[in-house]
């Protein structure tokens, strides 16, 4: 997960607990939960026992500053001749801490069967490795040996940071080291300010649904408020349903974390990522929330559910307010939804060397970039917080599990249809190889509603998981490598929220949504829809259905006269459906999400 997917980060704050550098690589929002780590660590034990250079704290609480149970979050503090200069903040996702299920149990109700909770502690004092803590530690975490390698990997990052900003600090001057960390956060927070007041003041709302949470069937509501004065806004999420029963329910740093992505990706990309950019928002964010869990209420799968969503209601608001904006801020940062959920898929078991394994499959991250103003949306992307993160190479999952990929590749037909179409989700087929079981620990949303469209374009494609048990998938091979439509045995679709075993037989087909589709489907060019057809994104039936696109059956190429007469044709029903209020003026072929989308 650390290696190959880049499931962490690295970040720096000053001696006051500012963002200097927000994590460039990895997983940023991690860097959201360094920044609550903080005052938490000063709290715990700035007096007692007192932190001083050469000490290293860990800490996973998620009810006060990471994303979730299984990220384990490393700080050293930066001592230049006495003084304290900086801290180091390295947070790095584990496969497991010792819960009901490995990895996160998607079954949790309360926070004692989701694992092992460390509160801020000193995992090298001084200098002095603490030997007892890595034994309290791995005594009581699955998949020990890659555990202890990426234990003693995030001790040695921060131990190698220390030595190379002393390096640094040394060659330019101490003085000057602090003036530059003042002058990037000063320069950031003014760009940032001089983009927000581009957009009129008023109040910018949106609201968006998780469809399922673990536990029960309802629908959960989560809402987004975000009022623009001058320079400043205010982000509130006040409206968002209580926590639930189950373990979708989000961190605080879980939307810390979407709200600072948020900020970082659409409004200062271009600009060093630190505390300056943060500064010109207020915050409020309601206790007790499906986007502020309190204990002991579960909350490992939160940080790809609820937090998420938090994500979604967020840019939806600020879309809203950025499309009033600047022409730089409309072009930049304005677009349907991206994706909207990880499929998260978890393996465990026994591998083929006899040790126990369990990790995290990030293949479908790779959800579809929403449509943009500037273009269609990327295929294979991912939300604003987790930009940095990657998919591993299937020769390696398969070489250190008893997996086999049967078919990893672009979704075909993702609609997010649009004047710029949403990118294509991915899909994965695969079955057990080389051992009698795995067990899976499986849960997304993004099913019902899927991703939203915007200013007139229409949803994604929805996220789906479905398994044919004990085919006869070994017979089939020796011929070819049969689709998941051509592998004979039924067909079962899987809950949103779920976990079982496979065996060898049984092929799974998981797949991400893809993104929503940005303006009128009807006003995109037929040639570029001939392309979509061709390269196998868009179908020639949803050509027709979503597009009003007609294309010859024997050469492929767009029979201009049908098109228009089909287009004109799907105009007036859609002007005589607005009128009886029949649908709302929904688009002709596209499913409106309820309350979702930006019109």
């Known amino acids: 997960i650390t290696v190959e997917a880049a499931d962490f980060a690295i970040d720096l704050f000053d001696a006051a607990g500012n963002t200097f550098i927000y994590s460039p690589i990895g997983l940023p929002r991690q860097g959201s939960a360094v920044r609550l780590a903080l005052p938490v660590v000063l709290r715990d034990l700035g007096k007692d026992p007192g932190i001083f250079p050469g000490d290293v704290i860990i800490t996973n609480d998620p009810y006060a500053c990471t994303l979730h149970i299984v990220d384990l979050q490393a700080v050293k503090p930066i001592y230049y001749k006495g003084e304290l200069?900086?801290?180091?903040?390295?947070?790095?996702?584990?496969?497991?801490?010792?819960?009901?299920?490995?990895?996160?149990?998607?079954?949790?109700?309360?926070a004692y069967q989701e694992g092992m909770i460390i509160p801020p502690v000193k995992i090298i004092e001084q200098g002095r490795l603490r030997k007892e803590i890595v034994n309290l530690y791995m005594a009581n975490v699955r998949a020990r040996h890659s555990q202890e390698l990426d234990l003693r990997g995030q001790i040695a990052a921060v131990q190698s940071l220390d030595r190379r900003l002393q390096e640094v600090i040394g060659w330019c001057g101490l003085e000057t080291f602090k003036a530059i960390m003042a002058d990037l956060q000063d320069i950031s927070e003014r760009v940032v300010r001089r983009r927000l007041a581009t957009v009129p003041d008023g109040v910018y709302e949106f609201t968006d649904y998780l469809d399922h949470d673990g536990q029960t069937p309802e629908i959960h509501t989560f809402k987004c408020r975000v009022e623009v004065e001058g320079d400043s806004?205010?982000?509130?999420?006040?409206?968002?349903?209580?926590?639930?029963?189950?373990?979708?329910?989000?961190?605080?740093?879980?939307?810390?974390?979407a709200v600072h992505a948020g900020i970082l990706t659409m409004l200062a990309h271009d600009l060093p990522p630190n505390e300056g950019c943060f500064k010109p928002f207020q915050i409020t964010t309601p206790e007790a929330s499906m986007v502020y869990t309190?204990?002991?209420?579960?909350?490992?799968?939160?940080?790809?559910?609820?937090?998420?969503?938090?994500?979604?209601?967020?840019?939806?608001?600020?879309?809203?307010?950025?499309?009033?904006?600047?022409?730089?801020?409309?072009?930049?940062?304005?677009?349907?939804?991206?994706?909207?959920?990880?499929?998260?898929?978890?393996?465990?078991?026994?591998?083929?060397?006899?040790?126990?394994?369990?990790?995290?499959?990030?293949?479908l991250n790779g959800m579809g970039g929403g449509g943009r103003v500037t273009g269609d949306g990327l295929g294979c992307s991912a939300m604003h917080t987790t930009v940095g993160a990657q998919?591993?190479?299937?020769?390696?999952?398969?070489?250190?599990?008893?997996?086999?990929?049967?078919?990893?590749?672009?979704?075909?037909?993702?609609?997010?249809?649009?004047?710029?179409?949403?990118?294509?989700?991915?899909?994965?087929?695969?079955?057990?190889?080389?051992?009698?079981?795995?067990?899976?620990e499986v849960f997304h949303s993004r099913?019902?509603?899927?991703?939203?469209?915007?200013?007139?374009?229409?949803?994604?494609?929805?996220?789906?998981?479905?398994?044919?048990?004990?085919?006869?998938?070994?017979?089939?091979?020796?011929?070819?490598?049969?689709?998941?439509?051509?592998?004979?045995?039924?067909?079962?679709?899987?809950?949103?929220?779920?976990?079982?075993?496979?065996?060898?037989g049984d092929v799974m087909l998981f797949t991400s949504p893809g993104g929503g589709g940005y303006g009128d489907p009807l006003e995109r060019d037929p040639a570029r829809v001939r392309e979509d057809v061709a390269d196998e994104y868009v179908s020639a039936e949803s050509a027709r259905r979503l597009y009003g696109v007609v294309l010859s059956s024997a050469t492929?190429?767009?029979?201009?006269?049908?098109?228009?007469?089909?287009?004109?044709?799907?105009?007036?029903?859609?002007?005589?459906?607005?009128?009886?209020?029949?649908?709302?003026?929904?688009?002709?072929?596209?499913?409106?999400?309820?309350?979702?989308?930006?019109?």
């Open 85 to 110: 200069v900086l801290w180091i903040g390295v947070g790095i996702h584990k496969v497991d801490m010792g819960g009901m299920s490995p990895g996160i149990s998607i079954r949790a109700t309360n």
């Open 233 to 257: 806004a205010r982000i509130d999420f006040t409206g968002t349903d209580p926590q639930s029963p189950g373990a979708a329910n989000g961190s605080i740093a879980c939307t810390d974390g």
């Open 294 to 363: 309190k204990h002991p209420a579960p909350c490992g799968a939160g940080a790809t559910e609820s937090g998420f969503r938090a994500q979604t209601v967020l840019l939806g608001a600020l879309i809203k307010a950025f499309a009033a904006g600047s022409e730089e801020l409309r072009r930049d940062a304005v677009s349907a939804e991206w994706g909207g959920s990880f499929v998260w898929v978890e393996p465990s078991g026994t591998g083929r060397d006899g040790r126990e394994y369990a990790t995290l499959l990030l293949d």
């Open 391 to 440: 998919i591993q190479n299937v020769e390696t999952i398969e070489r250190d599990l008893p997996i086999l990929y049967l078919k990893r590749s672009y979704r075909v037909d993702c609609p997010g249809a649009g004047r710029n179409r949403g990118g294509p989700g991915i899909e994965m087929f695969l079955t057990p190889h080389d051992t009698d079981r795995v067990h899976f």
């Open 447 to 504: 099913r019902y509603p899927p991703s939203w469209g915007a200013f007139g374009g229409g949803p994604g494609a929805a996220a789906w998981v479905k398994i044919k048990r004990a085919t006869r998938l070994a017979e089939q091979l020796r011929e070819q490598v049969p689709s998941f439509t051509e592998v004979e045995g039924e067909e079962e679709v899987l809950p949103q929220k779920t976990f079982f075993y496979a065996h060898p």
């Open 556 to 599: 492929g190429e767009v029979d201009r006269t049908a098109t228009e007469a089909l287009r004109a044709r799907m105009r007036l029903e859609r002007l005589s459906r607005a009128r009886s209020g029949a649908d709302g003026g929904a688009d002709a072929g596209t499913v409106a999400a309820p309350g979702a989308g930006l019109d």
